[in-house]
Nanobody
């Protein structure tokens, strides 16, 4: 019943921008935390940015601070990731997932094995290359 659908990925040159979207059905995003994660070939999945479900806090991984922005539109049940100044190392498949609402954005983003619900969507591919 719960579905998360990511979109907005594509091919972009270094320094360019993309906006990713994640639309949730079967659940209200205002009741949960939400996070963006990515996985590149040969690398572990990493937390990119997360938003707390109740405290309104946000967290950004060190590699994306100052370049990415997470936001949420509750009436549309959609979360966004605005990505600017993209680098080749940002190339990955990006996923969104629901996160437990009772903890901080930093904690849930760093420990999805504990706090993430088992809804990841299919992901959207981002390729940054000239």
């Amino acid at each position: 019943q719960v579905q998360l659908v990511e979109s907005g990925g594509g091919l972009v040159q270094p320094g360019g921008s993309l906006t990713l979207s994640c639309v949730a059905t079967g659940v209200s995003l205002d009741e949960y935390g939400i996070g963006w994660f990515r996985q590149a070939p040969g690398k572990e999945r990493e937390g990119v940015s997360c938003m707390g479900g109740t405290d309104g806090t946000t967290y950004y991984g060190d590699s994306v601070k100052g370049r990415f922005t997470i936001s949420k539109d509750n009436p549309k049940n959609t979360v966004y990731l605005q990505m600017n100044s993209l680098k080749p190392e940002d190339t990955a498949v990006y996923y969104c997932t629901l996160l437990a609402p009772q903890s901080t954005a930093r904690r849930v983003c760093l420990h999805p094995e504990i706090y993430a619900y088992d809804y990841w969507g299919q992901g959207t591919q981002v390729i940054v290359s000239s």
